[in-house]
């Protein structure tokens, strides 16, 4: 089940850095981030990891934990290529464990990230499950 990008509620910034960062994204590319934006705080709240720290790490939205620090860093981002991506720590084992339920549904690039096309629906269900991984990765 996908969602059309773009149809996402919007939610306010704390961070007016975060903001522009958004806001310097290609369009098309904007309304689909913002959409996995969104899923991270849903899927956040459903999963009970505590507060979500938005911010910038190396100029691009990301997403913490710090009060419970249940996950590892996600971020999001434009690949080279003008594909989405969705990124985690390159150490942790959770793009690889993606990978290994969905091979051949996304294009990822080594252990640190999973790229979309930048056009279309997002498999939303799939991705939620990706999120779910990083935000309690250190819950075990």
């Known amino acids: 089940m996908g969602a059309l990008r773009g149809m ?8 007016p850095n975060v903001a522009a960062a958004f806001a310097a994204f290609p369009e098309d590319a904007r309304l689909a981030l913002l959409t996995l934006r969104a899923l991270i705080f849903e899927t956040a709240a459903e999963r009970g990891v505590g507060r979500v720290l938005e911010c910038l790490k190396w100029g691009q939205p ?3 934990t710090p009060e419970t620090k249940a996950g590892t860093t996600i971020r999001l981002g434009v690949a080279r290529a003008g594909e989405l991506a969705i990124l985690t720590h390159c150490q942790t084992r959770v793009v690889p464990e993606f990978q290994a339920l969905f091979p051949d549904d996304f294009t990822y690039d080594g252990t640190r990230a999973v790229h979309l096309p930048a056009q279309g ?4 269900e799939k991705l939620r499950l990706l999120i779910a991984a990083a935000l309690t990765y ?3």
Do not use: E
């Open 8 to 15: 996402t509620p919007a939610l306010p910034f704390d961070d």
């Open 62 to 64: 990301a997403y913490l």
């Open 121 to 124: 629906d997002l498999p939303v």
């Open 138 to 140: 250190h819950r075990g």
